[in-house]
């Protein structure tokens, strides 16, 4: 386990600890600017980690594979809690009122709505990805048998046909499917009939046709600036932080997982090299940038590593389905198996891990919803203590 994840207990018990004590005002501000330091290192802790298995570590998790969202996900909701912690945990609300805050706070609950609908996007595309996962396996029953005969072949070409050209076409695919309810909704248990427990009542609002997560992901990064000067020492810095931390993990979901409408997606949003805790975050934003740039040009699904695997296996194995004469060659023979023991493989970590990332959006989601209303709740009681009394 990673030693923030170790100390992220310890530290929150010690900022409850603290906020609940009385000190002077010295002590005060001294233990306020420690906690925001070790802030700011906890979330560069965190990216340097997930940077550091894509570069320094071959048996780590490879940069956008399902495995590695994961990881990137259990660190937001992470950093989430200690922002919070930071920032609302036994605070008066009027130190959350005042300027800079007054402003920056609602732009980070804004965006948060924003990240509503793009974690939304993503859950439908994990969907359409579990689909493009079955007809991998089909793939992989067709091909996986001694002797391999016409038939099987056949089969697998067809489910292969159909797995490239739904990767391809993805985009609009998802169109077709955004009036849709999305997957984050309470389950009704008034409705009658054998299909009533799969009726979903959606918490968040239905995409539009012409909704798009490249314009979302820039709509989010707008008035996205670093604090200058006497506010960079504040809680204006926190703030900053988690806008920038949220921004991220949206945009690079939005990257790996087919969605809606993703052009000009390589764009990435400008950060502060001098601060340190934003230099794991600018590495990791060069290479996914890079990625997607090469991507965009061939129409590509998107950068998911397992599906980027799976793409090129399956122009492989479709150039052997479609020059297959039996009895086949010895060669191919071989290298079509160990193409589709390679498919195999990716199709067992797609089953293993796409059910669980899909949890983990949805517990995202509702985190959020839940820190953005705490936040609502003590900026109203901050405006009724400062209205002037009748």
């Keep these: 386990m990673p030693a923030t994840t170790e100390n992220q207990g310890s530290f929150l018990g010690r900022i409850s600890i603290r906020r609940n004590q009385v000190m002077s005002m010295d002590g005060t501000h001294d233990q306020e600017m420690e906690d925001l330091e070790l802030f700011q290192k906890h979330v560069g802790d965190r990216f340097s980690e997930l940077l550091s298995t894509t570069t320094e570590d071959s048996s780590g998790d ?5 495995s590695w969202l994961r990881r990137l996900l259990d660190e937001f909701l992470c950093c989430e809690a200690e922002f919070k912690a930071v920032v609302l945990m036994g605070r008066d609300p009027s130190q959350i009122a005042k300027p800079p805050l007054d402003k920056l706070l609602p732009e980070l609950l804004d965006r948060v709505v924003k990240s509503l609908d793009v974690c939304n996007a993503v859950a439908l595309g994990l969907d359409a990805v579990k689909n493009l996962q079955r007809l991998a396996e089909i793939v992989v029953a067709a091909l996986d048998v001694t002797p391999l005969g016409d038939g099987q072949v056949r089969r697998a070409k067809k489910a292969l046909s159909a797995l490239i050209a739904a990767m391809l076409y993805e985009d609009n695919a998802n169109a ?55 506010e960079s020492s504040g809680l204006a810095q926190p703030v900053y932080i988690m806008s920038t931390v949220l921004v991220f993990v949206m945009w690079a979901l939005v990257a790996a997982v087919p969605c809606q409408e993703r052009n000009g997606l390589g764009t990435h949003f400008p950060l502060p090299r001098q601060l340190s805790w934003a230099q ?27 599906m980027q695997r799976m793409e090129k296996l399956g122009q492989s194995l479709i150039d052997f389905a479609e020059s297959f004469q039996f009895p086949p060659e010895t060669e ?59």
């Design 176 to 230: 077709k499917g955004t009036e849709r309810n999305r997957s984050f909704g309470r389950r009704t248990g008034n409705n009658s009939g054998a299909n009533s427990k799969d009726r979903v009542r959606s918490l968040s609002w239905t995409m539009a046709r012409n909704w798009s997560a490249s314009k979302q992901i820039h709509a989010m990064m707008s008035n996205l600036a670093a604090p200058r000067g006497a």
């Design 62 to 66: 490879a940069l956008l594979s399902i």
């Design 280 to 306: 794991p975050m600018i590495g990791l934003q060069e290479k996914i940038a890079e990625e997607w740039k090469k991507k965009e040009k061939k129409g590509n699904v998107g950068l998911l590593e397992e």
């Design 332 to 390: 191919r023979l071989d290298e079509m198996k160990k193409n589709v023991e390679e498919f195999a493989e990716i199709c067992k970590k797609m089953d293993e891990g796409l059910e669980p990332m899909q949890q983990q959006i949805r517990e995202v989601f509702h985190r959020v919803v839940r820190s953005r209303t705490e936040f609502l709740v003590v900026l109203d009681q901050a405006g009724k203590l400062s209205a002037p009394a009748v």
